[in-house]
């Protein structure tokens, strides 16, 4: 079965708080908390985007970006970035490594939600009267 989003993220707190918002927006979540597991779960679970850690067990978010774009099967899935690295070396070398987008921690729901559909092509949701 497709999954819309796999999050590959190593913190717990974060982990359940994403799966949760994201859920409520209406997506399908599977997780997984180190860089070695997460080419296992592109393949296996046919996200339509990646929401991805840098900083993880095993191996680094940056490690996988590279190997998902140099992979013919997986280099056109969406990654969206997200890490509480925000220096913009970090971010200058996830965009050279692929990154569709990227989000630094802390955040706001809405900026993962609103980036998610971006990538999607979804629209936009209402924003509450």
Same mark, same amino acid.
């Given at each position: 079965m497709a999954t819309d989003i796999l999050i590959a993220e190593d %913190?717990?707190?974060i982990l359940e708080a994403l799966s949760? &918002? +994201?859920?409520?927006? !209406?997506?399908? &979540? *599977?997780? &997984?908390?180190d860089g070695?597991? /997460?080419? @296992?779960? &592109?393949? *296996?679970?046919?996200?339509?985007v990646? /929401? +991805?850690d840098i900083m993880m067990p095993k191996r680094?978010?940056?490690e996988v970006l590279k190997q998902i774009r140099g992979d013919a099967d997986t280099r056109s899935l969406p990654v969206l970035v997200l890490t509480a690295?925000?220096? #913009?070396q970090?971010?200058? /070398? #996830?965009? %050279? +490594? !692929?990154?569709?987008?990227? /989000?630094?921690?802390?955040?706001? @729901? #809405?900026?993962?939600v609103d980036a998610i559909r971006k990538l999607l092509g979804e629209p936009a949701? +209402?924003?509450p009267q």
């Amino acid at each position: 079965m497709a999954t819309d989003i796999l999050i590959a993220e190593d %913190e717990p707190s974060i982990l359940e708080a994403l799966s949760f &918002v +994201l859920q409520r927006a !209406g997506w399908t &979540v *599977h997780a &997984v908390t180190d860089g070695d597991a /997460v080419m @296992n779960a &592109v393949r *296996h679970a046919s996200p339509r985007v990646l /929401v +991805l850690d840098i900083m993880m067990p095993k191996r680094s978010g940056f490690e996988v970006l590279k190997q998902i774009r140099g992979d013919a099967d997986t280099r056109s899935l969406p990654v969206l970035v997200l890490t509480a690295k925000g220096q #913009a070396q970090d971010r200058r /070398v #996830a965009e %050279e +490594l !692929g990154a569709d987008s990227f /989000v630094t921690k802390p955040y706001s @729901n #809405a900026d993962v939600v609103d980036a998610i559909r971006k990538l999607l092509g979804e629209p936009a949701a +209402l924003a509450p009267q």
